[in-house]
């Protein structure tokens, strides 16, 4: 039973994950998108709608990217070459995502999903419990994996990593010594956005195969607070994941055991333990902020 328990906690936190990188690259070169909820609902419904079409769910997990992403390039267009206030404009992606995606999605509700079947590791798929827990899963865990190691490389071990940290420091400074600060914040947001399509494929293929309007149910807002609550490092985020994942299959099998507590507030409970960490971190740098010597006030940086 626990075996089966860490199979769909990796499962729920795979997605927040996969998004939460996305976003932290994006954050990284100084630009908020919110409309992360926006560009996973529509990734999945691009990838099940997709999967139906072609019959193969690889096929629909690239659509589901390329359906982030072209969703992001509209959100870096707006605020980027029009200059439109990024917090708005995040937002309204949001709403559009959904109502797109629920106009689009409407003839697939009900209609029976494709799996993406998990993909079993010679060998190490053999040992006991770890094995059928870690290599016997499907591409996208995978995926997440590389994709936070290959982040914390770029971000911390390569030249362009550099550049666009400097980008996001400030942008004004990266520009004086010839930086491509536009240039390069469009590739972070069309990293970010191919990331949420990513992770909403995994919700319309792997979480729970079929179509469901609004199936994201606020996941992108979590993986937003996720970024903060990782201090905007790659490491952190794999945690705090898994963390948020554990939370919201907890309260599930909480339900299933007739715990007596009201459903409505087990529910919540993810979106609630997000509140209080973000409060605790808040917390936690006002603190530090008030300890600092004011000989070294002007020089504080924040954890990013």
């Not at 019959?55 to 070459?81: D, N």
């Not at 030249?159 to 980008?167: D, E």
């Not at 536009?182 to 949420?196: K, N």
């Not at 339900?255 to 960490?277: C, N």
Request: positive net charge; glycine residues 12%.
């Amino acid at each position: 039973m626990f075996e089966a328990i860490l199979l769909t906690v990796i499962t729920a936190a795979t997605p927040l994950v996969v998004a939460a990188l996305g976003e932290l690259v994006t954050e990284r070169a100084g630009v908020l998108n919110l409309g992360v909820e926006g560009m996973m609902v529509m990734g999945a419904v691009g990838a099940f709608a997709v999967t139906q079409i072609t019959g193969s769910p690889y096929i629909g997990l690239v659509a589901g990217i390329v359906c982030g992403a072209l969703f992001s390039l509209l959100f870096g267009f707006l605020t980027l070459t029009l200059v439109a206030n990024q917090v708005a404009t995040g937002l309204a992606l949001t709403l559009l995502g959904l109502g797109a995606s629920g106009m689009l999605g409407e003839s697939y509700v009900g209609a029976p999903g494709v799996k993406l079947q998990p993909i079993a590791i010679p060998l190490l798929s053999d040992i006991p419990f770890i094995g059928p827990v870690l290599f016997r899963q499907d591409i996208i865990f995978y995926l997440s994996v590389a994709l936070v190691i290959g982040v914390n490389w770029f971000l911390f071990r390569s030249r362009t990593g550099l550049k666009l940290r400097a980008i996001g420091d400030n942008h004004a400074s990266a520009h004086a010594l010839g930086i491509h600060v536009i240039r390069t914040r469009y590739l972070a947001v069309l990293f970010g956005g191919a990331c949420a399509g990513l992770a909403g494929a995994q919700l319309s293929l792997i979480y729970t195969p079929q179509w469901v309007e609004n199936m994201t149910a606020g996941r992108g807002w979590i993986a937003l607070a996720l970024v903060v609550f990782a201090s905007w490092r790659p490491w952190r985020v794999l945690a705090g994941g898994y963390l948020f994942g554990a939370v919201s299959i907890g309260q599930l099998h909480a339900q299933a055991m007739g715990v007596g507590i009201p459903s409505q507030f087990l529910s919540a409970l993810p979106y609630a333990a997000t509140i209080v960490v973000l409060v605790i971190i808040s917390h936690n740098r006002r603190t530090t902020l008030i300890n600092t010597p004011a000989c070294l006030g002007k020089a504080f940086v924040p954890d990013r």
